[in-house]
């Protein structure tokens, strides 16, 4: 699962663009979300520092070190 900022077709951020297109390249079968058209997703708080990081990126379950 790869939560993003904007929709499959037109992401709104190059870092959602290039791991999508990375994902893509290797051959990886992901679902996306667009994070930003959910605030409770996007957001999740008024409060800055519990904002969620987009790109995002769960493997089996849990967030990727890589995507933290």
């Known amino acids: 699962m790869l939560l993003t900022n904007g929709a499959p077709a ?3 951020c190059g870092l ?3 791991l999508c297109g990375l994902l893509d390249d290797i051959g990886l079968d992901h679902a996306q979300v667009d994070a930003g058209a959910d605030l409770k997703l996007g957001r999740g708080s008024e409060r800055r520092r519990e904002w969620l990081a987009i790109p995002r990126l769960y493997l089996d379950g849990n967030i990727s070190p890589a995507a933290t």
Request: glycine content about 0%; cysteine-free; charged content about 35%.
């Open 10 to 12: 037109t992401l709104r």
């Open 16 to 18: 959602s663009l290039r």
